[in-house]
């Protein structure tokens, strides 16, 4: 294996992988708020190509192994920070209960649930769909965290919070991008973080690329930021608060 790739076996098929590590940054206490685990190719091949290198009736089991080697990881460093993992929706009605196992893992292996987020993208919240509020309560009860990722990318919008019940909601880079010249996205972000504060959610502002874009974002009350301007994903380590380009000048 290369560039400390990790591997996976299914069906005499090996497939190499890697998974790095984006910070969410709290730029108000100047401190690593926690990082998404994010799949990466090794060798810097595309993350497509990895999983169609995966054969159809492992995918569920390979997307718990991605998951289950970044709680590992984060385990060995002894990181304090939070863990952000995507799920999809059949992953979390599977009767195999991977959420379910993946908590167990953490747990036998001393980490605090709190620090567990569970992110699911706003256009996989499909109401009706058996079994996913169900899962997500179990999770919620033992500790874990639930974000709504890409909020205002789809059509779900507040149907989402209702069924959900959210910790947290990471707004879309389409209502980040350029929102400091848009009263629209202006407005639309100030609702939404009011939204928030009577609800008790934390909000994220995905995907930030420009100091503008974050002056006004914080300026309108928000302090968790994740984005290219702040860090990109960083392969197989954990970036600490002094690598952090818009913060580095004032550390």
């Known amino acids: ?52 290198s995966v054969p159809l009736d492992c995918r569920g089991c390979f997307d718990h192994h991605i998951r289950k080697a970044a709680v590992s990881q984060l385990i060995a460093d002894r990181r304090s920070e939070k863990i952000s993992l995507n799920f999809s929706t059949s992953s979390l009605v599977d009767d195999k209960n991977y959420l379910s196992k993946l908590l167990d893992h953490a747990e036998n292996n001393g980490l605090n649930l709190e620090e567990i987020i569970v992110e699911i993208s706003e256009s996989d919240v499909i109401q009706g769909i058996d ?85 006004f974002l914080k300026a309108s009350g928000i302090d968790l930021f994740q984005g290219f301007k702040l860090a990109r994903p960083e392969m197989s380590r954990f970036l600490e608060i002094a690598d952090i380009t818009f913060l580095s000048s004032d550390l």
Request: proline share 3%.
């Open 131 to 215: 079994g996913l509020t169900r899962s997500l309560g179990e999770a919620s009860a033992r500790g874990a965290l639930i974000a709504i990722d890409d909020f205002g990318a789809g059509y779900a919008g507040l149907n989402s919070l209702i069924d959900v019940n959210p910790d947290i909601i990471k707004l879309d880079m389409y209502l980040i991008r350029g929102v400091h010249t848009s009263g629209v996205r202006q407005a639309t972000v100030r609702a939404l973080v009011s939204l928030a504060m009577d609800l008790g959610i934390d909000l994220i502002a995905e995907g930030v690329e420009e100091d503008a874009e974050i002056d």
């Open 1 to 52: 294996m290369q560039d400390n790739a990790v591997d996976f076996s299914c069906q005499d098929e090996v497939v190499e992988f890697n998974i790095a590590y984006q910070p969410i940054v709290d730029i108000t206490a100047k401190e690593i708020f926690g990082y998404e685990a994010l799949l990466r190719g090794p060798q810097g091949c595309s993350p497509k190509v990895v999983l169609q």
